[in-house]
């Protein structure tokens, strides 16, 4: 019977345990994005390497012949900065930073370029009781600019760079859970949606619209003020 009661009476504190994100409180947040990686959905730290090769085979010969192939480095860092305007409600500011470097065949130092983003959004975020595990919702909004540049060859023969600029706009919204490590530290869930839309400096007129969602397993620090310590 002991080992019965002692499982049921952790539970008990588990779930019983007070864990309310007093007025006052400094956020910070980073995490991770499971899965889902477009540039345009950066969360928490994110890094990843690509290769891409293609071939097409000779009919003549039977043989499989290289044709065109890249290598692509890129990483994300997105931190989370907030402040708890009243219990269990923070508001806050999100800021993004993209890089993604790739190398396309022949693999030359003038066959290289790269797409690099930087942006803030500001989010509102609403926890609903105060148990260790604590469920919530959140809307977000924010803008960033994408910058492309890559080596090109003229028509003449000549290489020079070529870049463009992408100004983006974002909204959405997450709902998730929040579990209590500790009174100051949680461990987040979340499903996140998001709405962007983009304009292209070199395409007057023409616009993209789009749609990510993702999961989201990030980390939360907040720290009291020090009246309420």
């Known amino acids: ?8 009476l952790f539970l008990f504190l588990v779930f019983s345990a007070k ?18 990686n ?9 890094i990843s390497i690509r290769t891409n090769d293609e071939f097409w085979k000779d009919t003549s010969t039977g043989i499989d012949r290289y044709s065109r192939g890249s290598r692509n480095l890129g990483f994300s860092l997105s931190p989370r900065f907030g402040y708890s305007v009243f219990q269990n409600f923070v508001l806050g500011i999100d800021l993004k930073y993209v890089r993604d470097n790739f190398n396309y065949s022949p693999f030359t130092k003038r066959d290289k370029g790269y797409n690099q983003g930087k942006g803030y959004g500001f989010f509102a975020r609403k926890y609903f009781g105060s148990k260790k595990f604590t469920p919530f919702v ?8 994408l910058k492309y540049f890559d080596s090109t060859t003229s028509p003449g023969g000549g290489v020079y760079g070529r ?9 959405g919204g997450a709902i998730g859970c ?32 789009s749609f990510d969602s993702a999961l989201v397993l990030s980390f939360s620090y907040f720290l009291k003020s020090k009246s309420k310590q």
């Open 1 to 8: 019977m002991k080992p019965i009661f002692f499982a049921t």
């Open 19 to 36: 864990s309310q994100i007093e007025k006052g409180a400094f956020m910070a947040e980073g995490g991770v994005k499971l899965g889902n």
């Open 138 to 145: 959140e809307a977000e909004f924010g803008f960033w600019t």
């Open 38 to 46: 477009s540039i345009l959905f950066p969360e928490g730290f994110d």
């Open 163 to 171: 870049s463009e600029i992408d100004d983006k706009s974002y909204w």
């Open 178 to 209: 929040s579990y209590s490590i500790c009174s100051n530290f949680k461990m987040n869930l979340l499903a996140k949606l998001q709405h962007s839309r983009e304009t292209y400096s070199n395409f007057s007129g023409y616009k993209v619209l």
